[in-house]
């Protein structure tokens, strides 16, 4: 249950990216359904890279946080949201990131909206 809850806020925090982030958007779009189920998509896609692939790449990169004083993360969240859109891009559903500027503003709008609604979220939905 509690992977369905994270999977459908980042799906959320994919649409506000969609709306607000020129250089990210749907591709493959329908009927609002199939947005929805696009943007589900997209969302499960992005909690699976961040819980295996960021972890690794957190660990390789401690040397970067120090040297730029944590600013790396910026980098490391536009990593993920490019990976996500080149995974689903496979499976021709999700979101498109054209540019990395794109993927950083996306990033960082994602950070927010995550650090947001896990204020919100009683805490066995919040992530670790």
Do not use: Q
């Not at 020129?22 to 189920?37: E, K, M, Q």
């Not at 859109?85 to 499976?91: P, R, S, W």
């Amino acid at each position: 249950m509690r992977y369905l809850v994270r999977a459908a806020i980042n799906a959320l925090g994919l649409w506000l990216c969609v709306l607000f982030v020129p250089g990210i958007s749907l591709h493959g779009l329908g009927t609002n359904r199939d947005i929805a189920l696009y943007l589900l998509a997209g969302g499960a896609v992005l909690g699976v890279v961040n819980c295996l692939v960021r972890p690794i790449l957190v660990i390789l990169s401690i040397p970067l946080y120090i040297l730029t004083l944590g600013l790396f993360f910026l980098i490391v969240n536009a990593a993920m949201l490019k990976l996500t859109a080149t995974l689903t891009a496979g499976f021709d559903i999700g979101v498109t990131v054209t540019t990395w500027v794109a993927a950083i503003m996306g990033g960082i709008l994602l950070s927010l909206f995550n650090t947001f609604t896990d204020a919100l979220l009683p805490e066995e939905y919040r992530r670790r």
